[in-house]
């Protein structure tokens, strides 16, 4: 297969093929980053997270002008909780956790208002979008599935939070031989020291999990 695109990246430039290279847009859910989701009633700033609305919704336009795939994930349970673990349910000992009623229907349960993806980000009819039930897109979904059917190598990752699901997912895809491009101004985290971190780790040791780059830099490789 002949690359013959260029992410500007750290640690280094990623050659691309646009064919095989997809979107993947990480849980940007309202509970997560609207005033008062569940994110917010943890006691977190989520305009620390809303930032990344803006850069997203660029990087989106471009991959769907270029015919990229585009595939959205969000967190979440089925109604019965049967898919979430116990220990997913007690940890933090919180008042009102997964399951619970919230500001926006029940926490993190699938079919509710603030599990849905925000409608600046909106799926498209033909963007399949992946249910998880854990902080990796890998773990218990067909993602895989679909990316090796579409002869996907190359990810773009954006979404939220950069130290928790995106970069379990990034950790997961590696494991799976992709090659995985993070832009960092389409990342967030409720914690910036965090985010800091988060993405030095990724393109640390020669891009031991990837690279990081940006949106600016990235519609201008897809243009």
Not at 70 to 85: C, F, K, N, S
Not at 101 to 127: K, S, Y
Not at 195 to 216: C, H, N, P, Y
């Amino acid at each position: 297969m002949t690359k013959s695109h260029i992410f500007e990246a750290e640690p280094y430039p990623l050659p691309f093929e646009p064919a095989a290279t997809a979107l993947l847009i990480i849980d940007m859910q309202r509970d997560f980053l609207e005033p008062g989701g569940f994110g917010e009633m943890l006691g977190n700033d989520v305009s620390l997270l809303r930032t990344t609305i803006e850069p997203c919704t660029r990087i989106l336009k471009a991959a769907r002008d270029s015919g990229l795939t585009v595939i959205h994930t969000r967190e979440g349970h089925r109604p019965d909780l049967t898919d979430a673990p116990p220990s997913k349910l007690s940890r933090g000992g919180l008042e009102v956790g997964i399951g619970d009623a919230g500001p926006m229907g029940r926490i993190l349960v699938r079919g509710e208002p603030g599990h849905d993806i925000i409608p600046e980000l909106a799926p498209g009819d033909d963007e399949p979008v992946i249910d998880k039930p854990g902080k990796g897109a890998f773990y218990e979904t067909d993602l895989d599935l679909i990316l090796k059917n579409r002869g996907i190598s190359t990810l773009i990752v954006c979404g939220v939070t950069t130290e928790v699901c995106v970069h379990t997912t990034v950790r997961q895809a590696n494991d799976r031989g992709y090659e995985c491009v993070v832009l960092a101004d389409c990342v967030g985290s409720y914690f910036p020291e965090f985010q800091r971190v988060g993405l030095e780790m990724i393109k640390a040791q020669g891009g031991i999990f990837g690279w990081v780059s940006d949106s600016a830099r990235a519609v201008q490789a897809l243009g």
